[in-house]
């Protein structure tokens, strides 16, 4: 009974975690970050201890846990950090009185310290905390008051990581979940960095009631900012060349409710392209009906295009999506739905009449050239498009080639740059290790073809 509250209330407030759900860990501020989904038998390593995740259930996002020794163990207990941090911007306008003090004189010659290994072990042993255990250390530490205000200030975060660690539990959302990967596995995501990321959204025109057409191969990272965008409205298609889907397992961390699920649907391109291929004949002979019984007019007239079924495959088809005549989607009571399923009948009979309203392509291992020739006829006249690769010359020969067979105009390729800093009180600079490189993005608008 509690179980189902905690869940009906994380319902009702998404800022607050529930039993199933999925966070992100971040340890000692960035220092190791973990992707855990919570669960009354789910643990995390910290150091060598083992700790329960069950005390962070029912918890609002952006809470700050640390490391307590029980009488069953260690576990995770939930704190509010103090703002001790501000001392060192009040000790640092005053350190003008400590001008002549500085690290010159400082050896590191491992004699400073004189508290060991094993009395630290038994101060523990004694249910001494991590907190204790840093003052005791900085007692016992025969340079620290002749370090400068900065210097005590990072011995203190350092064996406060040590012996203090802290656990900030953090909502995977597309920032996030991009700098975790980026961080940890860059090659699963393509090397794809979030302002790159965030300009393929923009130049593609993102945004709600669109239909947009992804080819994702950086793990489901862009069909889940995609997503997250659309918040619930429009239709984003996962297409793939070939028989096998690429994974979007980076995607379900995102908590999705079923609303937004049922938005994010699956489709071999070659379903997709025979959609435009059985369309082509029916508007080639419309078309030259109307040019032969009006020659003179300079009006060209738009035939109206039935909506015809094409067959697939039935299996793994949702029957709650029924398209009417305003684009509205009725759902009927189901089975939760799943994310990624494949693409309804009727869903693709509309995206053949109207087309889609955008393209962003993250697929650094095919050849771009042939991927847009196939994929670009899927969108309709003057829709914007983004195609991201971490190298230069494929993105290059795409453009060529587009320009030469007049198919998009305002086409461009762009460099992403982005500097971090570092802001702390008189030490504001930038960061000392940076990801200096973005790849490269195409973007353009397609334009009508007399083909």
């Not at 491992?110 to 007692?139: F, P």
């Not at 392509?361 to 309709?380: G, Q, R």
């Not at 991201?388 to 494929?394: F, T």
Request: contains cysteine; charged residues 20%.
């Amino acid at each position: 009974m509690s179980e189902n509250k905690v869940h009906g209330d994380a319902v009702e407030n998404p800022r607050v975690t529930w039993d199933g759900c999925s966070v992100l860990l971040d340890i000692n501020d960035g220092d190791r970050l973990v992707f855990s989904r919570l669960s009354g038998g789910a643990k995390l390593k910290i150091g060598n201890k083992n700790c329960s995740l069950q005390p962070l259930i029912g918890c609002p996002f952006g809470s700050f846990f640390r490391v307590e020794n029980g009488e069953d163990g260690p576990y995770l207990s939930r704190y509010t950090p103090s703002n001790e941090g501000n001392s060192v911007q009040e000790q640092g306008d005053c350190e003008s009185k400590d001008e002549l003090r500085d690290n010159r004189a400082l050896v590191d010659n491992n004699k400073a310290q004189s508290l060991t290994g094993d009395a630290i072990n038994e101060m523990r042993r004694q249910g001494a905390t991590g907190d204790e255990i840093v003052e005791a250390l900085i007692a016992n530490s025969a340079t620290f008051e002749k370090k400068t205000v900065f210097s005590q200030e990072k011995y203190r975060l350092k064996k406060q990581k040590k012996y203090a660690p802290i656990v900030l539990l953090r909502r995977p959302f597309t920032r996030s979940i991009c700098e975790a990967y980026l961080k940890k596995y860059p090659v699963r995501i393509g090397f794809l960095r979030m302002d790159t990321l965030c300009l393929l959204l923009s130049m593609a025109n993102v945004s709600a009631n669109s239909d947009v057409l992804v080819v994702d191969m950086v793990g489901g990272l862009l069909t889940g900012a995609v997503a997250e965008r659309l918040g619930g409205t429009g239709y984003v298609c996962n297409t793939y060349p070939g028989g096998s889907p690429y994974p979007m397992d980076i995607a379900r961390i995102f908590n999705f409710g079923e609303e937004i699920c049922k938005r994010i649907v699956r489709s071999p391109l070659t379903d997709l392209l025979l959609s435009i291929q059985t369309e082509k004949p029916k508007l080639s002979s419309q078309n030259g009906d109307s040019c032969s019984m009006e020659t003179e007019s300079n009006e060209q007239i738009s035939s109206t295009v039935g909506t015809e079924e094409v067959t697939l495959a039935s299996e793994n088809m949702t029957s709650d999506l029924i398209v009417d005549t305003t684009n509205s989607v009725e759902r009927k009571p189901s089975k939760s739905a799943k994310l990624g399923e494949k693409a309804p009948h009727d869903i693709i009979s509309m995206w053949k009449e109207n087309g889609f309203s955008s393209l962003i392509i993250a697929a650094p291992e095919l050849d771009t050239w042939s991927l847009v020739k196939e994929i670009l006829p899927l969108l309709s006249n003057s829709a914007p498009f983004a195609i991201y690769h971490q190298y230069l010359q494929p993105l290059a020969t795409c453009m060529h080639n587009l320009q030469v067979g007049k198919m998009a105009v305002g086409l461009q390729i762009s460099e992403p740059w982005l500097r971090e800093y570092q802001v702390l009180p008189s030490r504001t600079h930038p960061c000392m290790q940076m990801n200096g490189f973005g790849g490269y993005i195409l973007s353009g608008t397609k334009i009508c073809t007399n083909n």
